[in-house]
Structures are given as C-alpha cells and as structure tokens.
C-alpha cells in the first residue's frame, strides 16, 4: 500500500513538473497578432549579436537593410544543416520594397529585393516577450522549424526610438 502511494505520489510529482514547464515555455514569447504594417515604420536595429543590422521601414513603402547577411535569403536559401554564424561571412546593405500583413498570413511585413546586392522576398514577424517591446524577428535558417531554431538562429530587431 505503501509502494503504490509513493509510486502516485512521483507521478503526480512528475506531472505537476511538466504542467509547470509547459506552462513556463509558453511565456518565452509569441507572435504579436495585433501588431500591423504601420507599427512596422521607423528604424530597427539589432540586438544580441556582435553583427549589426539596421532596417529603415519608411511609409511610403520602401525599406533599406545595412549590414544585412548575404547568408540569408539574398538569393539561395540556406540548409537547413547549415551553420547560421556561417551566414554572416559577408553582409551587405541593399534596399527594395515591403508589404504589410496579408489576411490569413502569420508575417507582418514582407521584405521585397529585386537585387543585385540582395535578392529577396521573405517575411518578417512580429515578436513579443512578457512584459517587453514587440520586436521583428528574423529566422536566419528558414527552413529549419520554428521549434527546432536556437537562439543563434534567430535575429530580433528592436525598433528605436525617435526624439521627435
């Protein structure tokens, strides 16, 4: 009798901890459905990294990306087996157009290159963590799944502040 309580007991025990960090992985961060394509205007830069990326998102449609890896999506996509510091060997700084969110897409913006520098289209989301500000965020190995990223796989890019 004694066994089976203690056998319930660990059970329990090992349940309560999974609840428990399932609930804990579900505050990480999510995507941020509210955010639309005019919040996505103004400067953004990157965070967490030794490389820095700029991304000017101007209203009138049209974007300029600095220091931007030529690594990601300026052209082939990369591996998914690939290295993501490999993708940072050279960067570049290019522009093009953008496109805000689509109903029924989970983007926020697209980034829209026709080259040479960078030939692009792929999307950017908008990424929130508890209590923080919403960031952009860049998945370097894009076909690599989302639950199989590291964090050196993915990009966040804060928005600046102005002093207007």
Not at 90 to 99: A, I, K, M, R
Request: with cysteine; glycine share 10%; proline share 7%.
């Amino acid at each position: 009798m004694v066994m089976r309580s203690a056998r319930h007991g660990a059970v329990a025990a090992v349940l309560l901890f999974v609840t428990l960090l399932t609930g804990c992985v579900s505050d990480w961060g999510h995507y941020d459905f509210e955010f639309g394509a005019s919040d996505a205007v103004g400067r953004w830069s990157s965070e967490g990294r030794d490389e820095v990326v700029a991304l000017d998102i101007r209203d009138d449609g049209t974007f300029t990306a600095e220091g931007w890896p030529t690594g990601l999506s300026c052209g082939e996509l990369p591996e998914p087996e690939d290295d993501p510091d490999d993708l940072w060997d050279e960067t570049v700084d290019f522009s093009g157009t953008w496109e805000g969110d689509a109903p029924g897409e989970e983007y926020a913006i697209r980034l829209l290159s026709p080259g040479p520098e960078c030939k692009s289209n792929f999307s950017v989301v908008a990424w929130t963590d508890p209590g923080g500000p919403t960031r952009l965020r860049v998945e370097l190995s894009p076909l690599t799944p989302s639950e199989e990223l590291t964090d050196d796989m993915v990009l966040y890019l804060e928005k600046e502040q102005s002093d207007i």
